[in-house]
T-cell receptor, first 116, second 114 residues
Framework: GAGVSQSPSNKVTEKGKDVELRCDPI?????LYWYRQSLGQGLEFLIYFQGNSAPDKSGLPSDRFSAERTGGSVSTLTIQRTQQEDSAVYLCASSFEILAGAETQYFGPGTRLLVL | AQSVSQHNHHVILSEAASLELGCNYSYGGTVNLFWYVQYPGQHLQLLLKYFSGDPLVKGIKGFEAEFIKSKFSFNLRKPSVQWSDTAEYFC????????????WGLGTSLAVNP
């Protein structure tokens, strides 16, 4: 596709339910990132995938959060037993360069999650 | 721990005014530095970045930023803003190398009045 796409664009769920957020990166991009932006906060790194390497999960806030990337393309971020503090915009980005961390990231529109 | 500070949370300017948005970071090693912008209704996109070479970096739409290592700063500048520069501006940093964990500032909301 032309850009990074994310679905759903909005998600309202009840506390305690599980949610899955999807990201389709730009075709050919080997790296994929997930971020969270809570109200009044900057972007918070969650997880990074690069090719077939083990993902960098250092930003996941708790074991309720997990992510996978199938076939080196589509990624799913899963939040189990959602809490109200999980309410945020979840952003996905992808990149194709190999610049030792200086890669340009291309962002999707985000998924706005509201936990009631 | 690394952190990024953007000093101006909200800036209001008139067209043709000069712009400087401050960004300071805390990290003692070699860094990559970025400014991303989010125009109303659009996705975050890269404005410019520094990772090596000339510390004065030029980006899209007439923006530039200067990396001053001694001041741990990467301020964004534009000599004459336009109404279309109205947007949210984010500074971000990571440790150079194989670290992809970007640390972000809280953002600066810029409103340019026509």
């Amino acid at each position: 596709g032309a850009g990074v796409s994310q679905s759903p664009s909005n998600k309202v769920t009840e506390k305690g339910k599980d949610v899955e957020l999807r990201c389709d990166p730009i075709s050919g991009h080997t790296a994929l990132y997930w971020y969270r932006q809570s109200l009044g906060q900057g972007l918070e790194f969650l997880i990074y995938f690069q090719g077939n390497s083990a993902p960098d999960k250092s930003g996941l806030p708790s074991d309720r959060f997990s992510a996978e990337r199938t076939g080196g393309s589509v990624s799913t971020l899963t939040i189990q037993r959602t809490q109200q503090e999980d309410s945020a915009v979840y952003l996905c980005a992808s990149s194709f360069e190999i610049l030792a961390g200086a890669e340009t990231q291309y962002f999707g529109p985000g998924t706005r999650l509201l936990v009631l | 721990a690394q952190s990024v500070s953007q000093h101006n949370h909200h800036v209001i300017l008139s067209e043709a005014a000069s712009l400087e948005l401050g960004c300071n970071y805390s990290y003692g090693g070699t860094v990559n530095l970025f400014w991303y912008v989010q125009y109303p209704g659009q996705h975050l996109q890269l404005l410019l970045k520094y990772f090596s070479g000339d510390p004065l970096v030029k980006g899209i739409k007439g923006f530039e930023a200067e990396f001053i290592k001694s001041k741990f700063s990467f301020n964004l500048r534009k000599p004459s803003v336009q109404w279309s520069d109205t947007a949210e501006y984010f500074c971000a940093v990571n440790a150079a190398g194989n670290n992809r964990k970007l640390i972000w500032g809280l953002g600066t909301s810029l409103a340019v009045n026509p």
